[in-house]
Structure formats: C-alpha cells, structure tokens
C-alpha cells in the first residue's frame, strides 16, 4: 500500500500543532497560577522558579494578650521589610530562602518598643509530580530557620527551627487551587514550640493585571514551650516558646490580587484577618510584595 505524501504531512502537521498548542496551554497554566502573598515564610508554592520578592508586611496587633490567665493590654503593630529568593538549580529543584528582613516592633502599651534583625532560613524544594498538562503540580521541601535574630524583637531564640512541608496546586483554565501542609520543628522545644501549618490559596486569573485570590492560613500548637507564659502563639513570624498555647490554633482569612506588570515582574497585595480568639500577636495585616523573576 501507497503512502499519500501529502496526508503524511498533513498527519505531522497535525500532531505536531497538538502537542505545540498542549504544551502552551501548559506552561500558559503555569505563568497564569499566581504565587502566595498570604503567610509569606510558611505558604512556598510548588513551582519551582528563580526570582527575588521584597515584601513588607504591616501587622495589627491584639489590644490584649493571654498573659499567665490573665489579660494585659498591647494593641499597636509590627512592620517587617524583606527580601525572599528562589533560585531554580534544575526545572525540578530550587533553593529557597523565604525568612530574612528587618522587624519594627511598636506596641501601644506593656511591651517596649523595639526594632531588630529577623532569623534567617534556608532550604531545598523538589517538584516530585509536574503534570503541566494536567494543570497539577506536586512538590515537598524542607527549610531550616537559624537563630540569627534580635531577641528584642522575638527572634533569635531556641537553637534553630526545621519547616517540613508538602506544597501542591490544580487548575481548571483560569482557575488555581493552590495548598500547603507543614509541620514547624524546633530543635530545642522547651524554648519554641511545634506547630503544624496550613494554608489554602484559590484565585481567578481575570486578566493578567488582576489576579483575584482568597486565602486562608492555620497554625496548631503542638506543646507547651518554657520560654513565655503566653496563651498564644506568633503566627509565622515569631515563634514564642508559649507556656499556655498548646492544642490551640490561629486562623486568618484574607484576600488580595496579583498583578503582572512585566513578563518578569509582578506586583502582589493582600490583606487578612484574624479569624480566632485571642487573636494576640495578629488583628489584621496589608502585605505587598513584588516577584522580580529572572
């Protein structure tokens, strides 16, 4: 039997648009899913992408804090400057760096004021799943927090903090689900606390200068530090070592959008609320962020 040379090339021609036009639609996803601007140290996406984000955050916080069963008054806020780098050694594997900065701790009442450095962490994630035609993406990591902080303003404490954690993301065309689960393990637990972490992310990708998003985040105490005699924990920033803040948890949900400015750089806004009671360290917070991918 014959071969027709033209329906030959048109065979190739067709097959090869197919997988021209999956793989676009692939990547297309990929560039559409916008990264967390929520929990910034805690919440790493799945990607694995090399950029620089500074970031500040401004945080209310609490008009009182669960002091040793009683409640003595803070209100105020905390304003942190920092700088979070990732840096794709292969399209799999990434080195990341997402706590750093400078923290300006300004309470209304009781506690002083102070400003100081933040710990430092560093740490690896790998994409062990990246169906880019399927629209998932799958990637665990592990980072490790050094205790290079000022102690003025609740860093430097304990003697290092592992994050152990799953990240993953799904989408339907515009639409991404973005999540992460962790568990925080200090290795010195009478002086920071374990948590487990998490974090859920959906956006709508409505135009590439509004990117809509909801998210929500979580932290578990998991034992009782001998550091402070709190009933609460710090959220992602400060890791207290409580007394009195084991099998709690803190909740806050917020919203914002992402921004493409630039194919390589993005401009990220969120605000959340605290969803629990005390709310202690975290009423409410405004982050804002750039991605400068290169």
Partial sequence: MKTNPQNLIATLALFTGLAVTTSARAEDWAAKAPAPVTNPVFFEEPFIRSEIRPLFIYQSLGKT??????????????????????????????IIATKDGYVDFKPDATLTKASGWADISLGLKYAVIDERENQFILTPGVELELPTGNQDVFQGNGSG??????????????????????????????????????????????????????????????NSGRQIALGVEGFDLINFGATGAAGSTQAALGGGFRSKLHDKIELGFAYERSLTNPRGVFDDRFTVDFVIRF
């Fill in 161 to 222: 903090e592992w994050d152990v954690f799953v990240s993953g993301a799904k989408g339907w065309g515009n639409l991404t689900l973005m999540g992460n689960v962790g568990a925080r393990l200090p290795m010195n637990m009478a002086q920071e606390t374990a948590q487990l972490h998490y974090s859920a992310q959906l956006a709508h990708h409505t135009h590439k200068y509004f990117v809509p998003f909801i998210a929500a985040n979580a932290f578990t105490v998991l």
């Fill in 65 to 94: 804090l669960p002091v040793g069963g009683a409640y003595v008054p803070v209100g105020g806020s905390v304003q942190v400057y920092a700088v979070e780098v990732r840096w794709a050694v292969t399209d799999r594997l990434a």
